[in-house]
Structures are given as structure tokens and as C-alpha cells.
């Protein structure tokens, strides 16, 4: 017959659970069988074994039914309640819970993060790994994936473990905890493979490392050794060393003299100056320039980072002349030597030395035997004279101008040798001084005399 109204439920007094369903309902049941699921939960401190758990059901039936000849006339209800049990079996098994955390990492940058677990259970957990899977994407380890699994061994009840990975988080993430879940694989006392419910962790963030320029100034040219000079400023929020200022991606025409240029340690807020040397070629655009830069350095751990979110400004003048050059007399007689005195001026914003100049002269001038002269060194803005002697040949025509021309070649406080672009300066071609006749009359006159000697000569005999 059917049951109807059935009802059910367990009591779990005498047992280490908690039963969270309350009475079942099932409704009217005919014969046959159905099923019906129970919540329970096993607190962390329930004892291992087995258990039977009372089950109290109630329900109506149809007692007896009297018939007539016209079918059923009256019938007898009942109502029953019985008591049963079912059987439940509390495993000796593996639990596990995090006592210790030392999770945290910088944005842009990885470190180690560590997590200390305790087998809070009653088995041995044998070839257990420990699987730690990042809910971000930001979160990576150090496969590049957002998963890391650690190899820990068999694990025995009340041992801890501390589990260590290498986790990064990506350069402009948002500073924040995140969320990690660790689990368990591993076989149990009967070889049996099982799977931890996750254990939710997060990893704490820390703000990006940073860096900033300031007081940036620039002293380059076209055609020139310059430099890109200021103060660079730790911007937190650790310490950091090693730390260096390097030229990356930049046209052509601008070349650093060196591969980067070192600052030292930084400590945050700490700001020291640093000096960017640069060569900027003769096919350099005159004007504004920003110049990619990197700042690189170690962190607390010795590894090398790099910053590159900075830009250095900087501004390119346009070509002049080392060196000014003055004749002070340039004026030289058709047919004579003299020496010409020139004054040469340094016009750079540096100090240099070795000063070799060197004199060229066409025909009808030519130079002497000497035509190079030294320059211990010249500071900016100083003059030095030099002298040259020169030839104007008698084929100069006077009146006319004739170019002399130098060059100089000179070493820079960076101990890189230069040679100048060719200056040229005019000398004048004079006439030769003195007034007397010119040779070919004054041999004609010479004729004359003679003959005219002669003729006297002849009169007087």
C-alpha cells in the first residue's frame, strides 16, 4: 500500500556530526524505493569511526477498506511512527590548514612567496604536492602560468610543511590582496588517491618600484660631444642599488659615449645627480628631442630590473665652429716671406688639449717648413697665438686676396681625439716697397750712358 505523508529524520546526539537537514519530507511513497539527500558537517575534531545515526519516520496508511456492491463504503486510516538507523563511517583521513603566511610581491617584479600548512588530520598523506592556482591573471608563477605545484613528500599528522614559490605580479597592476588557492594531492593508507577541498589565501601587492628626473638640462650640439645632465629621485618604495641611466632606441644621429652612465644606491626619496654623456652627429635635426631611457637596478634580492616608463629632454643646438681664428695683419708682400700671427680661440663648453694645427697654403702662397704648431690645452673662452711663416710667391699678382687654410686636431676631457673642420683666412698680396725703376728701364738708361760715353769720348780725341 502507499505511504502516505511520509516524514523522516535523523538525530545525530550520539554521534560527532552535525545533521544541518531537519525533517524530510518524502510525500506519499507507494512501494518501491526513492532516495533523499541529508547536509551534515564533520567538525575537524570528530573522532574517527563508525556510527549509527537513529532514524524516526512517520506516515499514514489505509488500515482496511470495507466494499458494497457498488465499490468501497467506508475505510480505517492509521497513522505510524517507527524508528530505524543508517550507518556512517568517519575515516581516518589527511586534513590540512594554513598556520603561516609570508606572501607578498611587488608589482613589475617577483619574489618568493611561502605558505606553511599542518596535516590536521589523522592519516598520513603519502606523495602529497601541494598546488597553488592564482585567480588572476596578474598573478603568475614562475612558468609563466597561473598554477605552481610543489612536491612535498609523505606528510604525517601534525607535521607542518612550508611551501615556497616564485610569484610575479605584471608591471601596472592594481595594488590589492590576491586570491590563491592551495590543495592537496595525495594517496591515502589504502593507496587511494585524494584531493583536498581548496584552501583559500591571498598574496598581499606592493606598489610598483619607481623613479623620477628633475632639474634635466642639456648641452648638446650638432657636431659635438655633449651631455644631458640632472637629478634622478627614488620614488619608493624600496631600496634599491646598482642603479644606472641607459640610452635605448634613439635615432641614429645621437650616439652616448657610454653604455649607460652608474648612479649607485638609491634609498627611497634619496635623489643624487647623474651626467649623460652623448654624440650628436652632423645629420642631427636642430630642435626639442625626448630620449628613451632606461633606469636599471638591483633589487633586495640582487637581481636586475629595469625601469622604463621615463623620458630625458633635452634640446640640440645647431653646428659651430671649436675654434675662432684671428689674423691680426693679413697682408703680405709679392715676393717675400713673413710670419703670420693667428690667434685661435677655444669656442667649446669644454677643455681641451693636444692642440696640433696645422697650415695649408696653394700656390702662389706656400707654407714654410713648419706648418704645424702646439697647443698644450685651451680652456673654454681661452686664446693662444700661433705663427706660421709664409711665402708669397712673385707670381702673386698684387692687389689680389689668396686663401690660407687650417685645421686642428685636439682631445676632449672624455680623452676622445677630434679633428677640426678647415678654417680658411684670407692675406692680401702687396707690392713690393722701395720706388726704384723698374729693371728694364734702368738697363735701357745703363745703354744709354754707354753710348753717350762713347760719344764724348770720340769728340775729345
Known amino acids: 500500500m502507499t505511504a502516505r505523508g511520509l516524514t523522516f529524520e535523523v538525530d545525530d546526539e550520539n554521534a560527532p556530526i552535525d545533521v544541518q537537514t531537519g525533517q524530510v519530507s518524502v510525500g506519499n511513497f507507494p512501494p518501491g ?14 573522532e574517527p569511526g563508525t556510527y549509527r545515526l537513529p532514524v524516526e519516520y512517520e506516515y499514514s496508511h489505509t488500515r482496511h477498506v470495507r466494499y458494497g456492491p457498488s465499490g468501497p463504503t467506508e475505510g480505517s486510516d492509521s497513522t505510524r511512527t517507527k524508528t530505524d538507523s543508517i550507518t556512517i563511517q568517519i575515516k581516518e583521513d589527511a586534513r590540512f590548514e594554513i598556520v603561516e603566511t609570508n606572501a607578498a610581491t611587488q608589482v613589475g617584479d617577483d619574489s618568493d612567496i611561502s605558505f606553511t600548512l599542518r596535516n590536521t588530520g589523522s592519516d598520513v598523506a603519502r606523495g602529497a604536492s601541494v598546488n597553488a592556482e592564482s585567480k588572476s591573471s596578474s598573478l603568475t608563477f614562475e612558468s ?13 599528522p601534525g607535521e607542518n610543511r612550508t611551501i615556497t614559490y616564485n610569484a610575479a605580479l605584471g608591471s601596472g597592476s592594481a595594488v590589492r590582496a590576491y586570491s590563491l588557492d592551495l590543495t592537496v594531492n595525495y594517496d591515502d593508507t589504502d593507496g587511494i588517491g585524494r584531493t ?9 601587492s606592493i606598489p610598483e618600484q619607481s623613479f623620477a628626473f628633475s632639474d634635466v638640462s642639456s648641452s648638446l650640439r650638432v657636431g659635438e660631444d655633449g651631455a644631458i645632465t640632472g637629478t634622478i629621485e ?26 649607460s652612465t652608474a648612479v649607485g644606491p638609491l634609498d627611497p626619496g634619496e635623489s643624487k645627480s647623474f651626467r649623460l654623456p652623448l654624440e650628436i652627429t652632423s645629420e642631427a635635426q636642430v630642435g626639442a628631442k625626448l630620449l628613451n631611457v ?13 625601469y622604463d616608463k621615463l623620458d630625458l629632454s633635452g634640446t640640440i643646438e645647431p653646428a659651430r665652429d671649436e675654434f675662432e681664428l684671428a689674423v691680426s695683419d693679413r697682408t703680405i708682400t ?16 669644454e677643455t681641451v688639449t693636444d692642440i696640433e694645427a696645422r697650415l695649408f697654403a696653394d700656390d702662389p702662397l706656400s707654407a714654410g717648413a713648419s706648418d704645424t704648431s702646439y697647443i698644450e690645452s685651451l680652456e673654454p673662452g681661452e686664446s693662444a697665438t700661433l705663427a706660421f711663416q709664409v711665402t708669397a710667391a712673385s707670381s702673386a699678382t698684387a692687389g689680389s686676396t689668396y686663401p690660407i687654410s687650417f685645421d686642428f686636431r685636439y682631445t676632449d676631457t672624455d680623452g676622445n681625439t677630434h679633428l677640426s673642420d678647415t678654417f680658411r683666412k684670407p692675406l692680401d698680396a702687396a707690392p713690393q716697397s722701395g ?21 764724348v769720348y770720340w769728340r775729345r780725341n
Open 33 to 46: 524505493s526513492t532516495e533523499k539527500t541529508l547536509s551534515i558537517t564533520v567538525p575537524e575534531d570528530a
Open 144 to 156: 609563466g602560468d597561473t598554477s605552481s605545484t610543489a612536491s612535498v613528500g609523505d606528510w604525517e
Open 196 to 204: 583536498s577541498d581548496p584552501i583559500t589565501t591571498t598574496v598581499q
Open 234 to 259: 627614488n620614488t619608493g618604495p624600496n631600496t634599491v642599488r646598482s642603479v644606472a641611466i641607459r640610452p635605448v632606441d634613439n635615432p641614429e644621429s645621437v650616439i652616448p659615449s657610454e653604455d
Open 294 to 306: 632606461d633606469v636599471q637596478y638591483r633589487d633586495g634580492d640582487g637581481d636586475r630590473r629595469t
Open 334 to 349: 709679392v715676393g717675400n716671406s713673413r710670419t703670420v700671427s693667428v690667434e685661435v680661440t677655444n669656442n667649446l663648453d
Open 435 to 455: 720706388g726704384g725703376l723698374p729693371i728694364p728701364l734702368f738697363l735701357g738708361l745703363g745703354s744709354l750712358v754707354i753710348v753717350f760715353g762713347g760719344v
